[in-house]
């Protein structure tokens, strides 16, 4: 079954420095990564996602790139502000008709320092 | 406003006294999970249901119970709670499974003793 690893798992930067947390897995039949951001005391809520046809997506100030052939994606925060700091997750699954199972990785706890 | 919710938020109980943990949503969303939450694990689907009366096993699902009798809630049950269960639990529904946002709960912090 699909496994995703991800790294860091914790994560200092200086306000307005970049940030970026990659991840990779196994199943090379995953077609859909979300980024999902957990702030202190709340549930995990969704930020972005890539589909397999594509190589990049941005939002503003975050970015998520996929390497299909490596079997890994990252996500990019520029300009990183304090409201940043959260703990983040990837997951990836396999989409089909009835849906996917989406598996996650580890997470990764942002500290972002004024 | 579209949200999961979940009660309670905290609980701590003694090994073996059975507990409930709700869940509730207002999306009509078909699809429920439940997930649990540990340090260096990351979230790990416990169950889940694609709809009505339709519920199966997720990664961990030993000592779980759950089900799914009406659309909109989806109960996790814990008939005998054991120390290894302490954890940070998540409700999320998606309109199906996987495809499209999960939205999540606000979590419920258990502690077995």
């Known amino acids: 079954g699909e496994n995703v690893e991800q790294h860091p798992s914790t994560l200092s930067v200086q306000e307005g420095d970049s940030a970026v947390i990659k991840c990779t897995y196994s199943?090379?039949?995953?077609?859909?990564f979300p980024w999902y951001k957990q702030e202190l005391g709340k549930g995990p809520q969704l930020i972005i996602d890539?589909?397999?046809?594509?190589g990049e997506k941005k939002d503003q100030r975050i970015a998520v790139t996929l390497n299909k052939t490596a079997k890994h994606f990252s996500l990019h925060i520029t300009e990183t502000q304090p409201e940043d700091s959260a703990v983040y997750f990837c997951?990836?699954?396999?989409?089909?008709?009835?849906?996917?199972?989406?598996?996650f990785g580890q997470g990764t706890e942002l500290s972002v320092k004024p | 406003e579209a949200q999961v919710t979940q009660n309670p938020r905290y609980l701590i109980t003694v090994t073996g006294k059975k507990l409930t943990v709700t869940c509730s949503q207002n999306?009509?969303?078909?699809?429920m999970s439940w997930y649990r939450q540990d340090p260096g694990l990351g979230l790990r689907q416990i169950y889940y249901?694609?709809?009505?009366?339709?519920?199966d096993k997720g990664d961990v699902p030993e000592g779980y119970k759950v089900s799914r009798k009406e659309k909109r809630n989806f109960p996790l049950i814990l008939e005998s709670p054991s120390p290894n269960q302490t954890s940070l639990y998540f409700c999320?529904?998606?309109?199906?499974?996987?495809?499209?946002?999960?939205?999540f709960g606000p979590g419920t912090r258990l502690t077995v003793t």
């Open positions: 999320a529904s998606s309109l199906i499974a996987g495809a499209y946002e999960q939205y």
């Open positions: 199943d090379s039949a995953s077609n859909y």
């Open positions: 890539i589909r397999s046809n594509v």
């Open positions: 997951a990836a699954t396999v989409l089909y008709n009835q849906g996917g199972k989406l598996i």
């Open positions: 999306m009509n969303h078909e699809y």
């Open positions: 249901s694609m709809n009505v009366e339709v519920t």
